[in-house]
């Protein structure tokens, strides 16, 4: 399910969860490489900071998802760019498929550490959580039940049966991909904890903070204020998760687990446990169709 965005996201944000909190996390952060003089694309780096705001040191993360084990050359390759990178001082590698013998024995010369992402296959136990089976976590959600009804609110005049451009500060707007945002936002703003039945009727207002507006073909300029959206909705239950924890490969020890599953709108959405801690993950559509994720913080 995961593909090497998804992983190089979720691991950042897994990341998130397991360190202290002064610290800023950017994935595909520039970092200056002082042999060859120049930037290069580091996956993921933690950067610690003293109480007084300063830096106190980094930990730079490349991720990989690979079919095989991950070999020397692949192992050689991620340290010698480390090695470059005098900024980091913490080096770490995660593989989604594991590690040649030989490998580990090059990463352990580097002092680079390496973690393994693999299936969590149970007993599903870290620290003070423990959960009985795979199949006890739920969520619920709310999705149309066919095409919501859409009526945008004009300020002073109303819309007139003629043809109209729709605008907002950025440009011109693709009238059904607004029309499936503002339906979607109608969605997220809404509790499903509150339907109690499969199926249900819903009503509601979204508000525009930034200007939205129709041009007809007269270009005269409309102000849009807000958009009713009417429909029916329903129940989906999601309770088939994978569940996967990230370790430390000489030691086997656990630092975080996941349990992921894909939502309606095609986020990845779940839960992270940590020895102490259960926290909710989510990866949004948007972030996952990037080929490549560069200087984002999280």
């Not at 691991?11 to 520039?30: C, H, M, P, R, Y």
């Not at 590698?93 to 299936?119: D, H, Q, R």
């Not at 009727?201 to 409309?222: A, G, M, P, Q």
């Amino acid at each position: 399910m995961l593909t090497p965005t998804d992983l190089h996201l979720l691991i950042g944000l897994l990341s998130k969860v397991t360190e202290q909190k002064n610290i800023d996390i950017e994935l595909g952060a520039k970092m200056k490489d002082e042999i060859a003089k120049t930037d290069r694309d580091v996956d993921i780096t933690i950067t610690y900071k003293t109480e007084n705001g300063e830096k106190s040191c980094i930990k730079g993360i490349e991720v990989k998802k690979h079919t095989r084990p991950l070999t020397i050359e692949h192992v050689e390759q991620l340290c010698a760019k480390f090695s470059h990178i005098k900024d980091v001082t913490n080096r770490y590698i995660v593989s989604s498929s594991g590690y040649t013998k030989s490998a580990l024995k090059v990463c352990k010369f580097y002092k680079t550490t390496a973690l393994s992402f693999k299936k969590w296959t149970g007993p599903y136990k870290i620290g003070g959580i423990d959960i009985q089976n795979s199949k006890c976590i739920e969520l619920k959600f709310i999705e149309w039940d066919g095409t919501p009804h859409v009526t945008l609110c004009a300020t002073e005049k109303s819309l007139k049966k003629q043809k109209y451009t729709l605008f907002n500060v950025k440009g011109e707007l693709g009238v059904k991909e607004f029309y499936r945002d503002i339906s979607t936002k109608c969605l997220n703003n809404f509790n499903a904890k509150n339907i109690d039945e499969e199926k249900h009727h819903l009503t509601c207002e979204i508000d525009f903070n930034d200007r939205v507006y129709v041009k007809s073909e007269t270009d005269e300029e409309i102000e849009i204020k807000k958009a009713i959206v009417d429909g029916q909705v329903k129940i989906k239950r999601l309770n088939d998760f994978d569940f996967n924890i990230l370790v430390k490969e000489s030691s086997e020890e656990q630092f975080v687990a996941c349990a992921i599953t894909e939502a309606p709108d095609e986020s990845l959405i779940g839960f992270s446990f940590t020895k102490n801690m259960i926290g909710f993950v989510k990866i949004c559509i948007e972030d996952r169709l990037k080929k490549k994720i560069l200087r984002k913080k999280i």
